[in-house]
């Protein structure tokens, strides 16, 4: 009986053995990468940076933060595409992204992707300057339908998702609306401060400080609710806009064909990091909330969402980037 019960003991413990291997190590079993297709210093890479720091601690593993910038994110996927797809080599993707995405037709993310999840949403402000006549978005609206093309605005670029947003805002309300393409969000700002704009949409970490010095007007924002960083300022819903919210979101994905229980640990690990009260502080400090999917699922929804109206913008209008 005794030699039975060590025998029964023995298996157990030889059949939990790879078990407790797999849980403790499992794909971990060298550094990992984290490209991120756009420059260092951006709001992408730094929210890279914290979430990279934090996951090395945890799995006791190097994690690198890899720029890859250049091409409207072309030149990171191309980059996460030729990795092994055994869950060492991630990417940082965004809104951005997608909207790329929709008018370049380099690449599809549903299908080039394995999506582990999304951990944060950052509100859009849409601004004008402090000495604008418009006090709120109706208003804007109702001057832009008595006079076709006369307002103007300003984006990061042809097919960027500014365009494609202020875009479906004026073929929803019936106005005419004139863009002004700038290499970057800064040039578009200080333009807007400057009065050479008449408003931008703009992601609130880029648009707060101005509009908390006096040298922008916050008309909405651009989500269906309030946010708590301006729990004063309407949302575009209350301003009787009713059209997809434009939102930062960012998220984590691994190559297509990286294995479903590689992509649930990540997804585990990275629910922790953003769990911890230091990542918390350091992501409101920048104007975002943290948003996680509750799985990849529906990861794979939002982003096809976003995709359906971005798709639908860029073939009603014939927008396209080279």
Known sequence: MIR????????????????????QSSFISRPLKIIVPLQAGGSADISTRLIANSLQHRLKQPVIVDNKPGGSFVIGMQ??????????TLISINTGMMAAQVTMKRYDMLKSLALV???????????????????????LIEFASKYPGKLNFGSVGTGGLEHLWVTMLGRS????LTHIPFKGMPDAITALAQGALDFVPCVM??????????????????????????PDLPSMKEQGVSVPPMEFWSGVAAPHGTPLSVIE??????????????????????????????NTGAFSMMMKAEQSWMSKVAQETSIRTE
């Open 4 to 23: 039975r019960r060590t025998l029964i003991a023995t298996a157990l413990a030889a059949q939990a053995i790879p078990h407790m291997a797999w849980t």
């Open 79 to 88: 980059a996460l595409t030729m990795a092994p797809p055994d869950g060492h």
């Open 117 to 139: 999840t999304q951990y944060s949403n950052t509100p859009t402000l849409f601004v004008v300057p402090s000495q604008s006549r418009f006090r709120t978005l109706s208003e």
């Open 173 to 176: 309300m019936g106005v005419e």
């Open 205 to 230: 970490s880029s648009a707060l400080p101005f509009v908390q010095k006096g040298s922008l007007r916050a008309l909405c924002v651009l989500s269906n609710e309030r946010t708590s960083f301006l």
């Open 265 to 294: 640990q990540l997804r585990q690990e990275i629910l922790k990091v953003m769990s911890e009260p230091e990542i918390k502080l350091r992501m409101n400090e920048r104007g975002a909330t943290i948003i996680t999917s509750a």
